[in-house]
């Protein structure tokens, strides 16, 4: 079984070791710095274990030697997001955090499949692949975005959610791009189905939708559909499913950018990321893109 590795036993961090647990994803651990509550989350998670209908139990701890051979690590950890934050506000701080993490995947776990969740997702990517470049790193990227946004059209077409695919791509800010040219209903093009006026109002409530949980939330973000999103993307590299999510990367020339973080369709399963899809996009939503990715190259610039 794949040993997987959730660091952070906060809120998302703890949801996503259960969201696996229950999905028998492989052997879990569940690490965070301070004494007794990855322990604690883990005894919770592991009560559920009749009503889950699973015998793959979750181990806490607050030792880093946890990560030692371990196939997956999921980075949660760092600082939450509050009202009245960014999530480029969360940035200085959460750099510290990575510098620390990265130290301990490279000593215990070097080969591991990494994928970081902490916010700012995008440019803690970046950051965590330019301080150990050979490390097999990718971010959640819009992938949270992504089922947000499906939930809306959802909302927008009164229909079921199943029947939705859409993405969203760019970056995990307010500059994300809905991709609403690629959005359909069990095939059919969105837009044959719902009003222009109502797919504005989709795209705004997707960009706007984390923002308005931690107003809501004040000293706390969301991370129920977080961490199914994250259960998700382990899933697809345990079972090596080449299922498409947009995860952050390190650019190299997909979409004509370089060395800049952006959340783009990628292919994941066993090894991490196979390929990155290079779709057409309309005229406008490559000028947002774009937008996105001046944005970030700004942002990383600030920190070179």
Known sequence: MEKIVVIGAGNVGASSAAAMAGEKLGDIYLYDILENIAA???????????????????????????????DIVVITAGIARHSGMTRLDLLRQNLQVMTGISGFIMKFCPHARVLVVT???????????????????????????????????????????????GMVIGAHTDDMVPLVSRATVSGIPLRE?????????????????????????????????????????????????????????????????DKIPLALP?????????????????????SDLDRCASAMNEVIQGLS
């Open 40 to 70: 604690g989350r883990a005894m919770d998670i592991n009560h559920a274990s009749p009503v889950m209908h699973t015998d793959c139990l979750v181990t806490g701890s607050h030792s880093p030697e946890v990560l030692s051979g371990a």
């Open 119 to 165: 916010n700012p997702v995008d440019v803690l990517t970046w950051y965590l692949k330019n301080l150990q470049p050979d490390m097999n790193v990718f971010g959640l990227g819009c992938s949270l975005d992504t089922v947000r946004f499906r939930h809306f059209i959802a909302e927008a077409a009164g229909v079921s959610a199943d029947c939705v695919q």
């Open 193 to 257: 189905i719902v009003s222009s006026e109502a797919l504005d109002t989709v795209c705004q409530r997707t960009r706007a939708a984390g923002t308005l949980i931690v107003d809501m939330l004040r000293h706390h973000s969301g991370f129920y559909a977080a961490s199914q999103v994250v259960s998700r993307i382990v899933k697809a590299m345990v079972l090596d499913r080449h299922e498409i999510f947009p995860l952050s990367v390190v650019c190299a020339g997909e979409y004509g950018y």
């Open 266 to 286: 990628a292919v994941i399963g066993h090894r991490g990321i196979y390929r990155i899809l290079d779709i057409e996009l309309e005229p406008g939503e490559r």
